[in-house]
């Protein structure tokens, strides 16, 4: 029996896309039911649902199509791949957002992390730096969160369906 195995990557890209898209499709939907600013466990759950269901799908597609076989480092790849892809995406869409569409959900969600007082004194460049920093500081925290996360699901995941082919 021939002995191949299937690239990673076009798993990796497929899955982050659809990942990605789904993360824009669903922040759309919060901004425009004016949820952005809330939290609840319904919230949570579902964002987790949506995380968990893609990425192990991808590791399973990626199964199925290396003829049943998949070792935890390529479940760990594409996992993190997928994770990966689509945080940048909705990084992306995040700032599009806070930026151009809706600068006063900013300035809420600011205002909602105590970086600003209510009394303070506000002039237009203690603004521009304070989006500035919380753009960024937001950025990283959800590409290096979403990155453990994908790493965590596709670890469980990954140990779960692998399966190595016999060395005989």
């Given at each position: 029996?021939?002995?191949?195995?299937?690239?990673t990557k076009k798993?990796?890209?497929?899955?982050?896309?659809?990942?990605?898209?789904?993360?824009?499709?669903?922040?759309?939907?919060?901004?425009?039911?004016?949820?952005?600013?809330?939290?609840?466990?319904?919230?949570?759950?579902?964002?987790?649902?949506?995380?968990?269901?893609?990425?192990?799908?991808?590791?399973?597609?990626?199964?199925?199509?290396?003829?049943?076989?998949?070792?935890?480092?390529?479940?760990?790849?594409?996992?993190?791949?997928?994770?990966?892809?689509?945080?940048?995406?909705?990084?992306?869409?995040?700032?599009?957002?806070?930026?151009?569409?809706?600068?006063?959900?900013?300035?809420?969600?600011?205002?909602?992390?105590?970086?600003?007082?209510?009394?303070?004194?506000?002039?237009?460049?203690?603004?521009?730096?304070?989006?500035?920093?919380?753009?960024?500081?937001?950025?990283?925290?959800?590409?290096?969160?979403?990155?453990?996360?994908?790493?965590?699901?596709?670890?469980?995941?990954g140990a779960i369906?692998?399966?190595?082919?016999?060395?005989?």
């Amino acid at each position: 029996m021939e002995e191949t195995t299937i690239s990673t990557k076009k798993n990796i890209l497929n899955y982050g896309l659809i990942l990605g898209l789904t993360w824009v499709v669903y922040g759309l939907i919060r901004h425009i039911t004016d949820n952005r600013t809330s939290t609840s466990w319904g919230i949570v759950i579902i964002e987790l649902f949506i995380h968990v269901t893609i990425i192990v799908y991808g590791i399973y597609t990626y199964k199925r199509a290396n003829n049943g076989f998949l070792k935890l480092s390529q479940a760990l790849k594409i996992g993190l791949g997928v994770a990966l892809i689509a945080t940048i995406i909705y990084v992306i869409w995040d700032i599009f957002l806070l930026k151009i569409i809706s600068p006063e959900t900013m300035y809420e969600l600011i205002k909602s992390s105590n970086q600003l007082s209510e009394n303070e004194s506000i002039n237009e460049d203690t603004i521009m730096s304070r989006e500035s920093n919380f753009l960024f500081t937001t950025s990283l925290a959800s590409i290096i969160f979403y990155s453990i996360l994908g790493g965590l699901i596709s670890l469980l995941g990954g140990a779960i369906m692998q399966k190595n082919r016999d060395t005989f």
